[in-house]
């Protein structure tokens, strides 16, 4: 009985064990489970938050109708717009009279004419680029009125109010250009604050250009103005329209189908640059008008094309060329162009609103407004808000605003990956400028360079480190003593834990200096140390076996420390005379002049032999790990079988271990990708597409660093930032999914061994 009651007791304290084994399984089950579920969970959160941040730069504008005011004034339009805030409407005529109204009632706030002389009348009438909501009416007695348009921003009791007005930035007196009191026809002008120009045909059809040039007066402080006056030569005749670019350098005149380009910049020296020949079949053109900036054109036609041109250098110098065109279905008579990007609007005959980017050539919106409600057929006159946010389109006698959502016309698919021709340069690029000091700057979002610069920089670090990490890892695990492999090993792996901002803190102020000033030592390095090495193997190999025991196996590895010491000291130190002699004593200048390669401080090399340091670690513990585990079982028995210790590591031991090699290599892949704070201080952050290994580059991971604290949350820049980041997170993503595939598939393959 007592036997049998100690055997239940056994039992139990069995079962209880297992009870209690069993749970611990399933609870270690479970929290591993989750764990991975949540790793899982957190990377979808990143994929589809970054997806959240990112669309809306590809979503199109939304133009939604906001009020129809009816127009009393039978006179034709001249301009249309609106204040920043789209509180209050304008409409100029050609007659000199403003009109305003409240964007909220419709009703008319105030009505304004411009006072003329007496007995004199507006012959002719024009506007200055919309930025500056300008506009001068030329007079029958040889005068001109120049006028703005501005908006006075009060709060009287806490109230804020808007009070429209027209200035006179001219003065208020009218400036006299014609002393024989002439027509002023066919007037052009353009103001600043110390030059304004003047363009005009008298009555005997002769053209005339006027400059008053400004200086302020140090005693009274009063501006100054000293005018110079000249005659156009080889005008054209029947002249449809004439325009003059804000900078006062360039006078456009149509005739038909041809725009004549003279350069004004002098007035002493005036000349016609450029006939521009803007026929095309079956189509005449319509008009001409300037692109936000001035350095565009856009010269529509009466079959709906439009097209874009601008200056271009070539073998005559600057000159006008056709750079894209945009087809919409009817004619556009009326097209306004933004204040500072690169958009215009359009209304065709039939009513139909378009909303268009040059740079990212899309047509951003397009709607036929022909109905009860709005009817935009037969346009008059057509201008956006200051913000870009509101456009004031004149129709059928009636004002009409619509509210513009469009937050990112630049960007599109084809700007930031393939080339665009931007204004100013000779060809389309691959180009990355976000920012600049110009309102109407034209932004170059092209990932394109970021991503080459990427994988450059991934390149040339793992051609430094692979060789050295794997070699290191075979040797380490397969040849070398345990003693020293007990040293040796923790030693390379603790590398990792170095920060790479110290690396990149190295690299960009002590190694990249130290390579300029010995390059060729260098590169002899890069020569002479394997050569050495395989020499001094070779020797060891030669040496009688006396003198090799001498030694002990345990420490002959060591035997290379001096022969590597040697040789690095050898290498920097023939540098100079290696400089002298082959470069005529200045390396990099020979590289620029010489070779006509661009030489950078901080370039490729010195990011490949930096990121390499920081990848070696990664690859050679995982690679060595992966030789080590090779079960020794199947080395023995290849070595008993007649094979030389050689055979066994190829044709055996790296077999088995090449899974693990493979994601060591991977692994390191990835992290030369990702890597920020090295290429950030190593390189000089030019996002320029060169394989040279003696030109920098931009990484999509520095540029995030670099760009990302300066940018406005919410605008293009800031999510094309995150475009980068998703394009990088792609970029990891389909490295490490390689390397799982081949892994696997290597493991099935050698597992049999």
């Known amino acids: 009985m007592g036997n049998q009651s100690a055997l239940t007791t056994k039992d139990v304290l069995f079962a209880h064990g297992r009870t209690r084994r069993a749970i611990k399984d399933r609870l270690t089950q479970a929290s591993v489970t989750l764990g991975g579920t949540m790793v899982f969970v957190a990377l979808l959160l990143i994929f589809f938050y970054l997806l959240y941040v990112i669309k809306p730069i590809f979503d199109g504008a939304n133009v939604t109708p906001v009020i129809s005011i009816n127009e009393t004034d039978k006179a034709p339009a001249l301009m249309v717009g609106s204040d920043e805030q789209n509180q209050v409407l304008y409409r100029v005529s050609t007659e000199g009279r403003a009109d305003f109204y409240s964007t909220k009632t419709g009703e008319r706030l105030s009505e304004q004419q411009v006072m003329l002389p007496e007995g004199a009348s507006i012959v002719s009438s024009t506007t200055s680029v919309a930025s500056k909501q300008l506009f001068a009416l030329g007079l029958s007695n040889g005068q001109i009125i120049v006028v703005g348009v501005s908006f006075n921003v009060s709060y009287p009791n806490n109230k804020k109010t808007i009070t429209p007005k027209l200035t006179y930035p001219a003065g208020n007196s009218p400036l006299t250009l014609d002393s024989k009191r002439g027509d002023i026809k066919h007037l052009a002008f353009d103001f600043s604050e110390d030059k304004m120009s003047f363009v005009y045909q008298d009555n005997q059809g002769a053209w005339h250009l006027i400059r008053e040039e400004g200086e302020e007066n140090m005693m009274t402080e009063e501006i100054e103005w000293q005018s110079t006056q000249t005659t156009l030569p080889d005008a054209p005749i029947n002249v449809q329209q004439q325009l003059m670019l804000p900078d006062q350098k360039q006078l456009l005149l149509r005739a038909n189908n041809k725009l004549f380009v003279y350069n004004i910049q002098d007035l002493e020296d005036v000349s016609l640059m450029q006939v521009l020949e803007l026929e095309r079949a079956k189509a005449d053109v319509s008009g001409v008008s300037l692109l936000a900036g001035a350095s565009s054109l856009l010269v529509s036609y009466d079959n709906g094309l439009i097209q874009q041109y601008f200056q271009v250098n070539g073998a005559k110098g600057r000159q006008y060329q056709e750079i894209r065109d945009f087809n919409i279905k009817g004619q556009s008579d009326v097209i306004a162009s933004e204040f500072y990007r690169k958009g215009f609007a359009t209304v065709d005959e039939a009513g139909r609103l378009t909303l268009l980017y040059t740079t990212s050539q899309r ?13 935009l057929s037969h346009p008059t006159a057509i201008g956006f808000s200051p913000r870009a946010n509101a456009l004031v389109i004149e129709a059928n006698n009636q004002l009409h605003l619509f509210s513009v959502d469009n937050a990112h016309p630049e960007v599109s698919w084809s700007a930031m990956w393939d080339k665009v021709w931007y204004e ?120 009688p076996v006396k003198w090799k ?33 082959f470069f005529g004593g200045d390396t990099r200048l020979y590289i620029t002049n010489v070779l006509g390669i661009t030489f950078d401080q901080r370039n490729a090399l010195v990011v490949g032999i930096a990121m390499g340091f920081a990848v070696i670690p990664t690859i050679f ?18 070595l008993a079988l007649g094979a030389t ?56 991971a520095a540029n995030i660093a670099v760009e990302m604290p300066e940018s406005a ?16 997170f792609i970029f990891t993503f389909v490295f490490n999914t390689i390397a799982e595939v081949v892994r696997q598939r290597l493991r099935e393959r050698y597992s049999s061994l």
Request: proline letters at 6%; glycine letters at 6%.
């Open 424 to 543: 100013g340069y000779p060809e389309p690029k691959y180009l990355w400028q976000s920012t600049s000091g110009s309102d109407d700057f034209e932004a170059k979002l092209s990932l394109t360079p970021l991503a080459f610069g990427t994988l450059k920089a991934a390149l040339y670090a793992m051609l430094f480190a692979t060789p050295l990490a794997l070699a290191g890892a075979i040797y380490t695990a397969y040849f070398m003593s345990p003693k020293v492999r007990a040293v040796v090993k923790p030693t390379i792996e603790i590398m990792e834990a170095l920060p790479t901002v110290i690396l990149g803190f190295l690299a960009g102020l002590w190694l990249a200096p130290l390579i300029e000033d010995h390059l060729p030592g260098i590169l002899t390095l890069f020569i002479l140390m394997p050569l050495s090495i395989l020499s001094t193997a070779f020797a060891w190999y030669k040496l």
């Open 645 to 700: 210790t050689w055979q066994t590591l190829t044709r055996v031991v790296l077999l088995t271990a090449s899974p693990g090699i493979f994601s060591a290599v991977m692994m390191g892949l990835g992290r030369a990708v990702g890597e920020t704070m090295i290429v950030l201080m190593a390189t000089g952050n030019t996002a320029i597409m060169e394989w040279s290994v003696f030109q920098g580059m931009r990484t999509l």
């Open 621 to 638: 513990s995982i690679a060595e790990d992966a030789v080590f585990s090779v079960p020794r079982h199947l080395s023995n028995g290849s």
């Open 549 to 581: 025991q001498r030694l002990p196996d345990t420490y002959q590895e060591l035997l290379l420390l001096p022969v590597i010491c040697f040789v690095t000291w050898f290498s920097f130190a023939i540098s100079p005379a290696l400089e002298l002699i």
């Open 713 to 728: 949350i919410g605008s293009s820049h800031y999510r094309v930032l995150f475009l980068a980041a998703f394009v990088l």
């Open 363 to 375: 047509t951003l919106f397009s709607k036929n407004y022909h109905n009860d409600n709005v009817d």
